[in-house]
Protein backbone atom coordinates (compact mmCIF):
# COMPACT_ATOMS: atom_id res chain seq x y z
CA UNK A 1 0.00 0.00 0.00
CA UNK A 2 1.19 3.50 -0.34
CA UNK A 3 0.42 6.85 1.87
CA UNK A 4 -2.45 7.15 0.08
CA UNK A 5 -4.49 3.98 1.34
CA UNK A 6 -4.76 3.86 5.20
CA UNK A 7 -5.28 0.51 6.95
CA UNK A 8 -5.68 0.00 10.67
CA UNK A 9 -6.02 -3.54 11.95
CA UNK A 10 -7.77 -5.08 14.80
CA UNK A 11 -11.89 -4.50 15.94
CA UNK A 12 -13.55 -1.06 16.16
CA UNK A 13 -14.65 0.00 19.23
CA UNK A 14 -18.21 -1.52 19.22
CA UNK A 15 -21.33 1.50 19.77
CA UNK A 16 -24.75 1.41 19.72
CA UNK A 17 -25.20 1.20 16.21
CA UNK A 18 -23.18 -1.36 14.90
CA UNK A 19 -23.41 -3.83 18.42
CA UNK A 20 -24.40 -7.40 18.08
CA UNK A 21 -22.96 -7.37 14.24
CA UNK A 22 -19.89 -8.75 13.22
CA UNK A 23 -16.99 -5.99 13.94
CA UNK A 24 -14.77 -5.49 11.50
CA UNK A 25 -11.07 -7.30 11.73
CA UNK A 26 -9.26 -4.43 9.63
CA UNK A 27 -10.16 -0.91 8.29
CA UNK A 28 -9.60 0.05 4.79
CA UNK A 29 -9.46 3.99 3.85
CA UNK A 30 -9.57 4.54 0.11
CA UNK A 31 -10.86 7.97 0.05
CA UNK A 32 -7.84 9.65 -1.55
CA UNK A 33 -7.62 6.68 -4.44
CA UNK A 34 -8.97 6.37 -7.74
CA UNK A 35 -10.48 3.92 -9.83
CA UNK A 36 -8.97 0.68 -10.33
CA UNK A 37 -6.54 1.61 -7.53
CA UNK A 38 -9.61 1.57 -5.30
CA UNK A 39 -9.92 -1.97 -6.47
CA UNK A 40 -6.57 -3.18 -6.37
CA UNK A 41 -6.01 -2.02 -2.63
CA UNK A 42 -9.34 -3.80 -1.47
CA UNK A 43 -8.45 -6.74 -3.42
CA UNK A 44 -4.77 -6.76 -1.68
CA UNK A 45 -6.61 -6.23 1.62
CA UNK A 46 -8.65 -9.17 1.64
CA UNK A 47 -5.89 -11.04 0.21
CA UNK A 48 -4.07 -10.95 3.38
CA UNK A 49 -6.98 -11.60 5.67
CA UNK A 50 -8.61 -14.85 7.12
CA UNK A 51 -11.68 -16.43 5.55
CA UNK A 52 -14.49 -15.34 7.66
CA UNK A 53 -12.95 -11.83 8.69
CA UNK A 54 -14.89 -8.70 7.77
CA UNK A 55 -13.36 -5.62 6.08
CA UNK A 56 -14.79 -2.08 6.54
CA UNK A 57 -13.39 0.18 3.80
CA UNK A 58 -13.92 4.01 3.76
CA UNK A 59 -14.91 5.07 0.25
CA UNK A 60 -16.03 7.97 -1.95
CA UNK A 61 -16.54 9.00 -5.32
CA UNK A 62 -19.41 7.53 -7.73
CA UNK A 63 -16.48 4.83 -9.34
CA UNK A 64 -15.86 3.32 -6.14
CA UNK A 65 -19.75 3.34 -4.69
CA UNK A 66 -20.32 1.36 -7.71
CA UNK A 67 -17.92 -0.68 -8.52
CA UNK A 68 -16.35 -2.35 -5.38
CA UNK A 69 -19.27 -3.84 -4.18
CA UNK A 70 -20.37 -5.26 -7.02
CA UNK A 71 -16.74 -6.38 -7.94
CA UNK A 72 -16.55 -8.27 -4.51
CA UNK A 73 -19.52 -9.89 -4.64
CA UNK A 74 -18.83 -10.86 -7.77
CA UNK A 75 -15.71 -12.19 -6.57
CA UNK A 76 -17.92 -14.43 -3.93
CA UNK A 77 -17.36 -12.24 -1.12
CA UNK A 78 -20.49 -11.27 0.96
CA UNK A 79 -21.41 -7.40 1.01
CA UNK A 80 -22.90 -7.04 4.54
CA UNK A 81 -23.96 -3.42 4.27
CA UNK A 82 -23.36 0.16 2.46
CA UNK A 83 -24.22 3.73 4.03
CA UNK A 84 -23.15 7.03 3.84
CA UNK A 85 -20.71 8.22 6.41
CA UNK A 86 -23.08 10.20 9.10
CA UNK A 87 -21.46 14.02 9.10
CA UNK A 88 -19.05 13.36 5.65
CA UNK A 89 -20.85 14.13 2.75
CA UNK A 90 -20.38 11.96 -0.15
CA UNK A 91 -18.11 9.48 1.57
CA UNK A 92 -19.85 5.85 2.24
CA UNK A 93 -18.70 2.94 4.88
CA UNK A 94 -18.59 -0.65 3.15
CA UNK A 95 -18.23 -3.75 5.31
CA UNK A 96 -17.49 -6.86 3.51
CA UNK A 97 -16.97 -10.66 5.00
CA UNK A 98 -14.16 -12.45 3.53
CA UNK A 99 -15.25 -15.49 1.56
CA UNK A 100 -12.85 -18.51 0.78
CA UNK A 101 -12.63 -18.34 -2.62
CA UNK A 102 -10.77 -20.64 -5.31
CA UNK A 103 -8.10 -17.93 -5.90
CA UNK A 104 -5.41 -17.23 -3.63
Partial sequence: MNE???TTQGP????ATNAGRDLPAVFLDI???????????????????KSGEVLEIRLAGS???QNIPR????EGHEVLSLAPEPG????HRL???KVA???A
Fill in 4 to 6: NSK
Fill in 12 to 15: QKET
Fill in 31 to 49: TSQVCPLTFVHTRLQLERM
Fill in 63 to 65: EPL
Fill in 71 to 74: SLAD
Fill in 88 to 91: SAGI
Fill in 95 to 97: RVR
Fill in 101 to 103: TGR
